[in-house]
């Protein structure tokens, strides 16, 4: 098993405003995420070249035969719980979770097991630098695998500078942001769940929220909120869900 790192899991969790409660269970969590690890032979991890398809599909097992080890005591399981979705994904990579279905310390675990994982070496590559992998975490929002809040709480946390989010008008929230320019945009409550991978009951209430807070009743309504302020002009995310490069070969980071 590599080391692991959970004063970063801890000090981001923090910095995201998690109770204390759940900062203490992540930062256990880090301890052990990786006990799947014994049940993947060596010469899987250790080596050089792309992994073969059943040896990415062994890999992929580690995270579930952590939780089922420690699913054996009472004080342990909310441990394999949270660590059994450490390389959870918002795309649904690797197990079909996605959106709202991952909590947000497991967020904030998955966004600190990879920027972990990044600056130490591997047998197929060297370890990156703390700005490589850094960037390469704001690529994974971009990508809408890593959740943004998160990505943003372990760069504060390992000492990166992380500019302050901006403010939007009526109190919305960067999420709703996103989902009024869908809105604005002409895509349906299920396009919208599409794009942005949650539920489509989710993104009902998301728009429900938006227009109370922007206090309009229809979508023609809410798109001329959102031009009058702006909102438009920023980048706005792709509707088309995201593709994952990851390819048959290629290891969880």
């Known amino acids: 098993m590599r080391p692991r790192s959970p004063?970063?899991?801890?000090?981001?969790?923090?910095?995201?405003?998690?109770?204390?409660?759940?900062v203490t269970t992540l930062r256990r969590s880090a301890l052990v995420e990786d006990l799947g690890h014994l049940g993947v032979s060596n010469a899987?991890?250790?080596k050089r070249g792309p992994l073969?398809?059943?040896?990415?599909?062994?890999?992929?097992?580690?995270?579930?035969?952590?939780?089922?080890?420690?699913?054996?005591?009472?004080a342990l399981a909310p441990l394999g719980a949270l660590a059994a979705v450490h390389h959870e994904r918002l795309d649904g990579y690797p197990?079909?979770?996605?959106?709202?279905?991952?909590?947000?310390?497991g967020r904030v675990l998955a966004a600190a097991d990879v920027y972990q994982a990044l600056i130490e070496s591997r047998p197929?590559?060297?370890?990156?630098?703390?700005?490589?992998?850094a960037s390469e975490l704001r690529g994974e929002v971009a990508a809408r695998r890593l959740d943004?809040?998160?990505?943003?709480?372990?760069?504060?946390?390992a000492g990166h500078r992380v500019r302050r989010r901006k403010e939007w008008p009526s109190g919305l929230t960067g999420r709703e942001v996103e989902v009024l320019r869908l809105v604005a945009r002409g895509l349906s409550n299920k396009e919208i769940a599409g794009a942005l991978h949650i539920s489509a009951k989710t993104?009902?209430?998301?728009?429900?929220?938006?227009?109370?807070?922007?206090?309009?009743?229809?979508?023609?309504?809410?798109?001329?909120?959102?031009?009058?302020?702006?909102?438009?002009t920023d980048v706005a995310p792709?509707?088309?869900?995201?593709?994952?490069?990851?390819?048959?070969?290629?290891?969880?980071m």
Request: hydrophobic content about 40%; overall charge positive.
């Open 95 to 105: 197990r079909g979770l996605s959106g709202e279905a991952i909590s947000p310390a």
């Open 52 to 74: 073969s398809v059943p040896e990415v599909e062994r890999v992929r097992l580690h995270a579930y035969l952590t939780e089922r080890m420690l699913s054996f005591s009472p």
């Open 148 to 157: 943004g809040d998160a990505v943003d709480a372990v760069l504060r946390a």
């Open 7 to 22: 004063g970063l899991a801890a000090g981001a969790a923090r910095t995201a405003g998690l109770p204390a409660e759940d």
């Open 44 to 46: 899987i991890w250790d």
């Open 124 to 133: 197929h590559r060297p370890a990156r630098s703390a700005e490589a992998a």
């Open 203 to 232: 993104a009902g209430t998301h728009v429900e929220h938006i227009y109370a807070k922007i206090a309009v009743s229809n979508r023609a309504q809410a798109s001329l909120f959102a031009m009058r302020h702006g909102l438009m």
């Open 238 to 252: 792709d509707p088309r869900p995201a593709a994952s490069p990851r390819r048959s070969g290629e290891r969880p």
